[in-house]
């Protein structure tokens, strides 16, 4: 059983689409978050929502919007994609705030063209 | 958070023990030590951490000196799949605050 799972794994698409990313977790955690992992690797938190609210909202242009219908799912919508948009996204959970660990999923490889 | 410097990459003979050392001079006092781990496609895996004292689990061991500026990860009997980019990072346990992560070492372990 997957803990984490996105869908898709891979989004290929062309720029000015609107495009969305899903994730859910079966651990029964309360929060989760969304990461960005760069062409250079570098992994970038953008958003952390617990028990469906908002509390980490980094600098991120506001066509990413994340909605939480439950706890147990964190969606990524985006907004007009660009170029710079391409990317590995990675959601993970953690059973509250600041919890010591964090459980990731296999990621989403987004391509925009 | 404090912020750490870790080598970029790192070879290790497989079968044996790794030693990945960690510098984060500027720690604090209530600040944690958490190391990730990353495969090639997957995402990051939580490995250990500590706050002061050494810590051992199934996967590896942290030894934090005393003063905390630095640590090592030890992988005691390293195996092919052990081959990752590992992630050490510093933080405080509370609510809103993230992980953030560094280039981490690239550690390739060979046959």
């Known amino acids: 059983d997957t803990a984490v799972s996105q869908t898709p794994k891979y989004l290929v698409t062309q720029m000015g689409n609107d495009k969305s990313i899903k994730c859910e977790q079966n651990l029964g955690h309360d929060t989760m978050y969304w990461y960005k992992q760069d062409s250079k690797k570098f992994l970038k938190i953008m958003f952390s929502?617990?028990?469906?609210?908002?509390?980490i909202n980094e600098t991120v242009p506001n066509r990413f919007s994340p909605k939480s219908p439950d706890k147990a799912h964190l969606n990524l919508h985006i907004n007009s994609l660009e170029l710079g948009d391409s990317a590995v996204y990675f959601c993970?959970?953690?059973?509250?705030?600041?919890?010591?660990?964090?459980?990731f999923g296999p990621g989403t490889r987004l391509l925009v063209l | 958070d404090a912020k750490t410097t870790q080598p970029p990459s790192m070879d290790c003979a497989e079968g044996r023990a790794a030693n990945l050392p960690c510098n984060h001079s500027?720690?604090?006092?209530?600040?944690?030590v958490y190391w990730y781990r990353q495969i090639h496609s997957q995402g990051p895996q939580y490995i250990i951490h500590g706050l002061k004292n050494n810590e051992t689990n199934e996967m590896a061991s942290l030894i934090i000196t005393e003063d905390r500026k630095s640590s090592t990860l030890i992988l005691p009997h390293a195996t092919l799949r052990d081959t990752a980019v590992y992630y050490c990072i510093v933080r405080v346990e509370a609510a809103g605050n993230k992980l953030t992560f560094g280039g981490g070492t690239r550690v390739l372990v060979k046959p």
């Open positions: 500027t720690i604090s006092g209530n600040e944690y």
């Open positions: 929502y617990n028990n469906k609210e908002l509390i």
């Open positions: 993970a959970s953690s059973q509250m705030p600041g919890a010591e660990t964090q459980y």
